[in-house]
């Protein structure tokens, strides 16, 4: 069964920091490009990262570039979210996805793959 499962959320206070994992199943991370999104009920969904199959190349949207970091452990099908300096704002479900968000939107077909995704709560 081909799925992408996220963990790694919970509740955390303002400044805090958590990781988030993006494991991958019944096909190979390695091959894909791996994004990270959020959405806040009622709101749009958020593009927030996206690591290339090489792992230098990345993107960050301004809302989290300098706070967040995606990495990749292909040895581990798995592709991280550390989250620093967390802020309430940052309140949201997190999803990963063979989707990618770029500097000129979102790269997306029917086909990618979407994990069920985690909640992250920054509060006090």
């Known amino acids: 069964q081909v799925q992408l499962v996220e963990s790694g959320g919970g509740l955390v206070q303002p400044g805090g920091s958590l990781r988030l994992s993006c494991v991958a199943s019944?096909?190979?991370?390695?091959?894909?490009?791996i994004g990270w999104f959020r959405q806040i009920p009622g709101k749009e969904r958020e593009g927030l990262t996206c690591?290339?199959?090489?792992?230098?190349?990345?993107y960050y949207a301004d809302s989290v570039k300098g706070r967040f970091t995606i990495s990749r452990d292909n040895t581990k099908n798995t592709v991280y979210l550390q989250m620093n300096s967390l802020k309430p704002e940052d309140t949201a479900v997190y999803y990963c996805?063979?989707?990618?968000?770029?500097?000129?939107?979102?790269?997306?077909?029917?086909?990618?793959?979407w994990g069920q995704g985690t909640q992250v709560t920054v509060s006090s």
């Open positions: 996805s063979t989707a990618c968000p770029t500097s000129y939107g979102v790269s997306e077909s029917a086909l990618d793959y």
């Open positions: 019944g096909f190979t991370l390695e091959a894909y490009t």
């Open positions: 690591i290339g199959t090489r792992p230098d190349r990345t």
